[in-house]
């Protein structure tokens, strides 16, 4: 069995390495399109070591993030004597076209820059929030979503994305956890091919494609506390089977650049850990693309305390094989003289100058610099009706109706009179959330604007409990927007208290008080502990997240029934901020959960251990039944079989709908514990009432694999279960499957995507 890469000594890697053939010999990567016309060795070779360090060295187009792609003298003056390779944080054709000039008509060499930014959720037409996106389950909506934002981005100069981000999250008191996919590697691989194949599309050579930067590697999503920036300690196991799984199906998918996480991976901090980078990202995975540092953080490897100064920073992050510094200006400093006095530097130096001439290559820039800065295209693209109506079309499949008493919902279209409360009800700036790109508040259809086109008797009250209780006394149904402003999640917006704030449970109460048949709309960008909203006579809660620029007109086609919602959630709503982290694939314990307070188990005394509303849950305006699982033989081999596991699922209700049918596997008995659920299929299937559909997963022996004791994926021998229904905590159907002997498998099982169909 092969020893895990990260224990390999870091010299015999790096000897590894230096010795393996130069890049041009190792062939093309996944991502490259075919171009003769350029030879990067030879320009490799004409470059002077100043002129190499350019490449590496990215730039910020304005003062402190703001956009501003018209640069000061000085700033061109670096362009023209090659010292800049790439800028972050421009954008406009126009603008991006003369600096784009300056680079390649005036600068030595001629090599075009890069430009970048974060398009992460939309350029100009915002969709939903990642999170929300990701409340889809379906990877086609990511994919669709991310095919729009390139095609404005790169209308607008742009060449590179600083997205997908794909950390996985399992603490919502993190607020980053509304940039990715939730908290489960599986669906997290899923939504993270699909963006990569959405920005990168077809070729990124085509002027409507933007190059990946997936992010942020590897497991900054386990920040201790939630705490944004805060150092990951986790187990191999943990690393590999749920934190790095959709990086490795991104790669896979032929992401042409990742991103470095800022935190420490047990006290190696990311930016500065060879064994992660050099060893297992490009070692082990035979990733030859870009790798870019977060923002500064090769510098803050000084902070973290593992480098004492910017040269020995600039070394550990060369050695580990960062090829793009980050605004930082520490590879601009010192890498030159590093390299120039050490020839294994100059070597890792030209690999990482060759890597980023590739990207460029890829991209078509030295075939044609200018060919993303159309400015007819761009005034052509931005915010097109087609992009509006796929914002609203993704929004409404966001959209998750978390309870639903007394059917409160679907409202009829002759609700009467209705008092809308909350200022959330309003907010455009929040409709757009974290990372909104060229996003304005002017182009939202908020909720108060949508129902007022919609309905005649609405009474808006932003603030003010007489104001609203005053309304809601005179309504005959009452909508409470409820929930976080887009100001708190995202980049250093953690929690330590995730409940809802004091006004809104005090409003909420007298608001019930009043006795009308309440609709809450729930906003925000991570899941909130909100028991209040669960158990509620006449209550219905909808989970709507940050929806984009046509939030309103989703939620009132949802309000009213004309768009029956069927969001699942991608992460644990917990029922306390001290219940956190709690995903649903939890180990099995010694003692198993039991609410019965004489036994000791693992639960906590002072409240259920069972989540507010788990993984995969959400309700529907019409109902399904679920038939039989079965298997389409009842043995596979370990090396190699496949199965097919089919299930019937029919709309048993008298609404037209959308199921999303779930398969989960456990292996009861295996060499190490295995949680008690582990997500392996899932599809969303349109129904109408009545009828039936059978639900199709083909999986591999590999998807069974575990990360063994020994260090590697190992397909163990014995029973699997199989388990399908609607929601984590609704199985409906159950069948067993054996495997026939053990396999050593080469990828994580999350990151390979299962195969399903509908007859
Ligand atoms: C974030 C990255 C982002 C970068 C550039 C950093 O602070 O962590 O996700 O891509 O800034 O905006």
């Given at each position: 069995m092969p020893p895990s890469p990260l224990k390999v000594a870091l010299p015999a890697i790096l000897a590894a390495l230096l010795s393996a053939p130069p890049l041009a010999a190792?062939?093309?990567?996944?991502?490259a399109t075919a171009s003769?016309?350029?030879?990067l060795e030879a320009l490799l070779a004409r470059m002077t070591t100043a002129e190499k360090v350019g490449q590496l060295v990215q730039r910020m187009g304005?003062?402190?993030?703001?956009?501003?792609?018209?640069?000061?003298p000085e700033e061109l003056d670096l362009v023209r004597a090659g010292k800049v390779g790439s800028f972050l944080h421009v954008a406009g054709a126009e603008p991006l076209r003369e600096l784009q000039r300056v680079a390649v008509e005036e600068s030595r060499l001629g090599i075009p820059l890069l430009f970048a930014m974060d398009?992460?959720?939309?350029?100009?037409?915002i969709f939903p929030v990642p999170l929300a996106i990701a409340a889809?389950?379906?990877?086609a909506d990511a994919e669709s979503a991310a095919r729009i934002a390139a095609r404005e981005a790169s209308a607008a100069?742009?060449?590179?994305?600083?997205?997908?981000?794909v950390d996985v999250a399992?603490?919502?008191?993190?607020?980053?956890?509304?940039e990715g996919a939730g908290e489960d590697p599986f669906l997290g691989s899923a939504m993270a091919v699909a963006q990569v194949r959405g920005f990168q599309?077809?070729?990124?050579?085509?002027?409507?494609t933007l190059m990946a930067a997936t992010k942020h590697?590897?497991?900054?999503?386990?920040a201790e506390g939630g705490r944004d920036y805060a150092g990951a300690d986790i187990s191999e196991r943990t690393l590999r089977e749920t934190y790095l799984p959709p990086f490795e199906a991104a790669a896979a998918a032929g992401t042409a650049s990742y991103m470095t996480a800022f935190n420490a991976l047990g006290g190696v901090p990311v930016t500065g850990n060879a064994a992660l980078?050099?060893?297992?990202?490009?070692?082990?995975?035979?990733y030859d693309g870009v790798l870019v540092s977060d923002w500064r953080s090769i510098d803050e490897l000084i902070a973290h305390g593992v480098a004492g100064t910017r040269t020995e920073a600039a070394r550990l992050a060369l050695e580990a094989g960062?090829?793009?510094?980050?605004?930082?200006d520490v590879y601009a400093e010192e890498v030159a003289a590093l390299a120039e006095a050490d020839p294994a530097l100059m070597a890792l130096l030209d690999e990482a100058v060759l890597r980023i001439l590739r990207a460029k290559r890829d991209l078509g820039l030295f075939a044609?610099?200018?060919?993303?800065?159309d400015t007819a295209r761009e005034a052509a693209v931005m915010l097109a009706a087609e992009h509006r109506a796929e914002a609203r079309r993704i929004a409404e499949r966001a959209i998750v109706l978390l309870e639903n008493s007394g059917k409160v919902?679907?409202?009829?279209?002759?609700?009467g009179k209705i008092a809308l409360i909350g200022a959330l009800a309003d907010d455009a700036p929040s409709a757009l959330?974290?990372?909104?790109?060229?996003?304005?508040?002017?182009d939202v259809v908020t909720l108060r604007a949508a129902l007022e086109a919609a309905h005649p008797g609405v009474t808006y009250v932003a603030e003010g409990v007489d104001a609203a209780l005053a309304a809601a006394i005179a309504a005959d149904v009452v909508i409470l927007a409820l929930g976080e402003d887009f100001?708190?999640?995202?980049?250093?917006?953690?929690?330590?208290e995730i409940g809802l704030p004091r006004e809104q449970k005090e409003l909420l109460f007298k608001v019930l008080e009043v006795g009308k048949p309440l609709v809450v709309v729930l906003m925000g960008g991570r899941p909130l502990?909100?028991?209040?909203?669960?158990?509620?006579?006449e209550a219905a809660v909808l989970?709507?997240?940050?929806?984009?620029?046509e939030s309103g007109p989703a939620l009132v086609s949802t309000l009213f029934g004309d768009n029956n919602p069927a969001g699942r959630l991608p992460a644990t709503f917990p029922r306390?901020?001290?219940?956190?982290?709690?995903?649903?694939?939890q180990l099995p314990s010694?003692?198993?959960?039991?609410?019965?307070?004489?036994n000791d188990t693992v639960?906590?005394?002072?409240?259920?251990?069972?989540?507010l509303w788990p993984f995969g849950h959400g309700l529907s305006y019409t109902t399904f039944g679920y038939g039989e699982l079965t298997l389409d033989r009842a043995n596979i081999p370990a090396n190699g079989g496949t199965v097919t596991v089919s299930i019937p699922v029919t709309n048993t209700g008298e609404r037209p709908g959308e199921e999303v049918v779930q398969l989960y596997m456990r292996?009861?008995?295996?060499?190490v514990s295995r949680p008690v659920k582990q997500l392996r299929g899932f599809r969303r299937v349109p129904l109408q009432p009545g009828e039936t559909r059978t639900v199709s997963f083909t999986l591999s022996a590999?998807?069974?694999?575990l990360w063994a004791q020994a260090g590697a994926w190992m397909v163990e021998p014995g029973a699997i279960e199989l388990m399908a229904g609607g929601a984590s905590d609704r199985i409906e159907a159950r069948a067993t499957l054996t495997i026939e002997g053990e396999h050593v498998s080469d990828?994580?099982?999350?990151?390979i995507p299962v195969e399903s169909s509908v007859d």
């Open positions: 190792q062939g093309t990567p996944a991502t003769a016309e350029i030879d304005g003062r402190q993030r703001a956009l501003n792609s018209r640069l000061t398009v992460v959720h939309g350029y100009r037409t889809t389950w379906d990877p100069g742009l060449h590179w994305t600083f997205a997908p981000m399992r603490d919502p008191r993190w607020g980053r956890i509304v599309g077809a070729s990124l050579a085509a002027p409507d590697f590897g497991a900054y999503g386990a980078l050099r060893g297992l990202l490009r070692y082990e995975w035979g960062v090829d793009i510094d980050m605004v930082s044609d610099p200018f060919q993303y800065h919902l679907p409202l009829a279209k002759d609700a959330g974290s990372w909104k790109a060229r996003g304005l508040p002017e100001d708190r999640t995202g980049e250093a917006r953690s929690f330590a502990a909100a028991p209040e909203l669960s158990g509620l006579d989970g709507a997240w940050l929806l984009g620029v306390a901020s001290g219940a956190v982290p709690f995903a649903y694939d010694g003692r198993p959960a039991d609410e019965d307070l004489a639960r906590w005394r002072d409240q259920p251990t069972l989540p292996d009861p008995v295996a060499s590999a998807h069974f694999a990828r994580s099982p999350a990151s």
